[in-house]
């Protein structure tokens, strides 16, 4: 179990000092920012959707490893997703991070958003992983407005 969480301290730390997907996107079609008071995270969220896929998006913002590594990820794990998929995704995402119990029940396909999972034992930080996913349900709805975790 050591181990595991070892990877997936490596996997949050490259995404925080590398962030994929990070500036402003060029033929953005949805777009909404998200902001946690407790911590401080900002995060604009873009999204180009064509024909009901999600194909290309983006995010730009300043937060904490935890809130940068979740939208760094977010927004790789959301490229090629229908919206359906895309709300799906942030369920299951919602329900690891808040759930107890073993993660390869509560998330089998969740891939490398795993590495966030270890953000349960820390409920201060919960709303760091999920800025990401609430801006992602704005953008979603079209809202083109703030979001706050609050
Ligand atoms: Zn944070």
């Given at each position: ?28 079609n949805?777009?909404?920012e ?12 873009y ?37 359906a998929?895309a ?15 073993p993660?390869?029940v ?10 966030l999972?270890?953000?349960r034992e ?23 407005s703030?979001?706050?975790t609050?």
């Amino acid at each position: 179990m050591n181990d595991l969480s070892e990877l997936y301290q490596e996997v949050i730390f490259d995404h925080y000092r590398r962030p994929r997907n990070r500036g402003v996107l060029a033929g953005a079609n949805r777009k909404a920012e998200g902001y946690n008071p407790l911590c401080g995270d900002r995060v604009t969220l873009y999204l180009r959707i064509e024909d009901g896929i999600v194909r290309e998006a983006s995010f730009e913002g300043s937060g904490c490893a935890i809130a940068t590594a979740s939208a760094s990820l977010m927004t790789d794990a959301l490229k090629g997703k229908t919206e359906a998929e895309a709300q799906a995704l942030s369920g299951r995402f919602r329900d690891m991070v808040t759930t107890s119990g073993p993660v390869w029940v509560s998330a089998p396909d969740l891939g490398k958003l795993a590495a966030l999972s270890g953000v349960r034992e820390f409920p201060a930080r919960v709303k760091c992983a999920t800025l990401a996913w609430h801006t992602l349900h704005a953008a979603l709805q079209g809202e083109n407005s703030t979001v706050s975790t609050e």
